[in-house]
């Protein structure tokens, strides 16, 4: 009797079972990416989705609806391309408004907030979670995700567009990005800038390849110089000397460099066959790679070490752990200043000059945290930069030659480093084909990570920053020919991937970067680097910094000054080469300037 029952209910339920396997011919409704305006998708089963538009300013089923205010704003707010332009030229207008300081002032704020404003924070969802968990708020050890990834049961990888396979990785890279000829970058930058941006970011950018390209190593999630100290304690203490706050080092032809492993036990990748002693043990483990990470590890070494000088010197009663310590908020200071002064004041080509001062944001809503973001990474990617071969005193070095070159940084030195790396052209980064044969294996391996982790299409990323979704290869690449073959290999403009776009974006007009690059880069970078607790209201102050001398050297630092006051004889230092760069690519000559 019984059995008999169970039998019925079993046959009852089977045709449901068969429902339930048919229905999967429905799509999950979110592949579509129906929700605008940073709405966010919630599928009900198979057929059914909301777009929660809860503060978006729009309305609607997929949030396309403006309520009048955003209407207004829409109307009023200038496109990103026009405010570029107006930024980069009209050089007489922007030196008056930047001499006036209540309007630089207020047009810096606005700057930071517009921009910042555009990252959540805290974050929202990171590559194992496409909704809000506490768990990827909770576990920094994933980089977290601007955008969730696609979901898993969508047609396409990037949704519904485009085809079932994207296109091989490897001949989207030999075709599109290789370098056929170098391509200098036409904004005039040099390799002093291209090892800056690589020594900088390799801080918070380094991805945990044994856990997977979703996971960090770099669990501060921003401007922490863990390069510079270590990212364990155990580490920092190994490069310390623990006496006066100061770093271990060792003096070479009268010169101070880092110490070698054998000083401080630390592990460093270099090839097996390098002896010990020529290993320099620095806080970042990879930074032997290159002459120009050890040069700027040499230099903020001796920076900290100056510094440390400096605040003994008004405080003789200080322990050496509060001078360690003391220094180092000087220096993520310093870096803060540089970064944003030097730095993205070059990279922007802007002539409205930018300026670091953290009071700006004190009465406005602003979260003084960060998260480093896989996109961030990704789009930091800038191996174009680097040049065909590294010209050093007049002494040329293949990458074979170049690279884990430890004997460069002690035969050369820092002075004639700074000098060769600042007159030497870096390349153009944006446009395409440009990548040197030796890193081109890098890009490939940011495009297959970005499909692993299933990156949206980077036109979903171009409507979150504001950006209108091109709609074409054509208005992508600015030209005709590399678009067809695009087009061929990934068949729909909505399906081309966020990586291999931003480096095959048609440059803006004479710079380095086309429009989403900077678009996308400037909210992360600024957001990163305000949202360092020293720039809050609690730590934005002299005693912080061990008074007004420590306040001082944070508030008064360029990348000049950091150089020339840590080496004998002053070099030419510069992001730019020292000659001007003509709309033609043409160089005209322009006197260098040593002066600090
Ligand atoms: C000759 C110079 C360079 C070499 C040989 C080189 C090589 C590499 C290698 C082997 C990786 C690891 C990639 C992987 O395993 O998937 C990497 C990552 C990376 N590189 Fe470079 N690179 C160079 C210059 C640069 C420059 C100038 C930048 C400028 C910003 C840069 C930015 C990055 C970034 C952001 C990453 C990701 C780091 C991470 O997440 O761990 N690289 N590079
Ligand atoms: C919402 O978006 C979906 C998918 O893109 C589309 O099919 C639908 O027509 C849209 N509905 C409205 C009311 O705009
Ligand atoms: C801005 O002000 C500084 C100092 O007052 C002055 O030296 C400089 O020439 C001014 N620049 C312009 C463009 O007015
Ligand atoms: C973070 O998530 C990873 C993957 O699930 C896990 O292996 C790791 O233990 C988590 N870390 C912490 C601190 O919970």
Redesign the pocket.
């Known amino acids: 009797m019984e059995a008999a029952r169970v039998a019925r209910v079993i046959l009852l339920l089977l045709p449901l079972c068969f429902l339930e396997v048919a229905d999967t011919t429905g799509i999950n409704p979110c592949c579509y990416f129906p929700c605008q305006n940073k709405g966010v998708c919630v599928n009900f089963g198979r057929e059914d989705y909301e777009c929660d538009c809860t503060r978006t300013g729009y309305y609607g089923v997929n949030c396309t609806l403006p309520y009048f205010w955003s209407r207004v704003y829409t109307i009023l707010k200038p496109s990103p391309s026009f405010l570029h332009h107006a930024l980069t030229h009209y050089k007489w207008f922007w030196d008056i408004l930047s001499n006036i300081s209540f309007i630089s002032d207020t047009l810096m704020r606005l700057v930071l907030v517009a921009r910042s404003n555009m990252i959540p924070s805290p974050p929202t969802y990171n590559s194992d979670y496409n909704y809000i968990t506490w768990e990827g708020y909770a576990n920094v050890s994933y980089f977290t995700r601007l955008l969730p990834p696609v979901p898993k049961d969508c047609p396409t990888p990037t949704g519904t567009r485009g085809y079932k396979k994207p296109p091989d990785a490897e001949q989207l890279a030999e075709e599109f990005l290789l370098r056929r000829k170098f391509i200098p970058d036409p904004q005039g930058s040099n390799l002093m800038f ?2 800056f ?2 020594h900088f ?2 801080q918070f ?3 945990d ?1 044994d856990r997977g390209p979703e996971f960090t190593k770099a669990l501060g999630h921003g401007v922490d110089l863990t390069h510079i100290y270590g990212s364990s304690l155990e580490r920092q203490h190994h490069l310390r000397i623990f006496k006066d706050g100061k770093l271990k080092y060792q003096v070479v032809n009268g010169e101070v460099f880092p110490p070698s492993v054998k000083d401080a036990p630390i592990k460093m990748k270099y090839p097996s066959t390098l002896p010990e002693e020529k290993r320099f043990a620095i806080g970042h483990d990879l930074f032997g ?2 002459p120009g990470l050890m040069m700027y590890a040499t230099i903020w070494l001796r920076e900290h070490n100056r510094v440390c000088d400096i605040l003994k010197e008004e405080h003789p009663t200080w322990s050496d752990e509060q001078l360690f310590q003391t220094t180092r908020l000087i220096l993520i200071g310093e870096t803060i200043k540089i970064v944003i002064e030097d730095y993205v004041q070059h990279l922007s080509g802007y002539n409205f000059k930018l300026r670091f001062n953290p009071e700006l944001l004190f009465k406005e809503h602003f979260q003084y945290r960060n998260r480093i973001a896989i996109e961030f ?1 990704h789009l ?4 174009p ?2 040049p065909d071969t590294f010209i050093v005193k007049g002494q040329e070095f293949s ?1 074979k030659d170049f ?1 884990f070159n430890t004997e460069v940084l002690l035969d050369i030195g820092v002075e004639d480093l700074v000098e060769s790396f600042s007159k030497q052209r870096a390349g153009r980064v944006s446009g395409g084909k440009n990548i040197h044969q ?2 081109l294996k ?1 890009a490939i ?2 495009i297959e ?1 970005g499909r692993k982790l299933r990156l949206q299409p980077f036109n979903e990323y171009r409507k979150w920053f504001g950006l209108t979704p091109y709609k074409s290869f054509q208005e992508l690449t600015g030209e005709t020919e590399v678009a067809a073959k695009l087009e061929k290999l990934y068949g729909h403009i909505d399906a081309i991937e966020f990586f291999p776009a931003l480096l095959l974006e048609e440059p803006q007009e004479n710079s380095i970067f086309g429009e989403s690059i900077v678009e996308m880069g400037a909210p992360f970078s600024l957001k990163g680097l305000m949202g360092n607790p020293i720039c809050s209201p609690e730590y934005w102050k002299p005693s912080t910094f061990g008074g007004k001398t420590g306040f001082d050297i944070v508030n008064t630092a360029t990348i000049q000054k950091l150089v020339c006051l840590n080496v004998k004889k002053c070099p030419y230092v510069s992001f730019h080469v020292p000659y001007d760069i003509d709309s033609d690519g043409e160089r005209e000559r322009k006197e260098p300037s040593t002066e600090l």
């Open positions: 291209a090892f941006a690589q970011t390799h950018f380094r991805t390849f790679l290159l990474n930091y990617h800038w191996h930069l680097m990458y690279l030796h890193v890098v391996g940011v990570h």
